[in-house]
């Protein structure tokens, strides 16, 4: 079983960054690749970005490539999600996700297990 916790959501001007961060509880977390996924109003949820077990490899959507970077710090058993260049089509609540998707599945809901609670991000125009 994996608890998540996310943190560091907010309101910030377009153009502006945030960290997410999510926390996982359990001692198995570096076993597991982690996601961002998001949801907005009216909208399905949406893979954002994506980590292999062990960091070495990420995945991105074409919405937040080169605007975003995702991390794992398996000694903190913490997943980051930093987005840089904010624009008001990303405000969504951000969900972080935990599981061992195959390849193919890495960039879909199915492929994750557990998933936090989510965190709001809002970006002003």
């Known amino acids: 079983q994996v608890q998540l916790v996310e943190s560091g959501g907010g309101l910030v001007q377009a153009g502006g960054s945030l960290r997410l961060s999510c926390a996982a509880s359990g001692r198995t977390f570096s076993r597991y690749s982690m996601g961002w996924f998001r949801q907005a109003p009216g909208r399905d949820r949406e893979f954002v970005a994506a980590?292999?077990?062990?960091?070495?490899?990420?995945y991105y959507d074409s919405s937040v490539s080169g605007r975003s970077t995702i991390s794992k710090d398996n000694a903190k058993n913490t997943v980051y999600l930093q987005m840089n260049s904010l624009k008001p089509e990303d405000t969504a609540v951000y969900y972080c996700?935990?599981?061992?998707?195959?390849?193919?599945?890495?960039?879909?809901?199915?492929?994750?297990?557990?998933w936090g609670q989510g965190t709001q991000v809002t970006v002003s125009s």
């Open positions: 996700a935990a599981g061992r998707p195959i390849l193919s599945m890495m960039r879909r809901t199915q492929g994750y297990d557990y």
């Open positions: 980590i292999r077990e062990r960091g070495g490899y990420t």
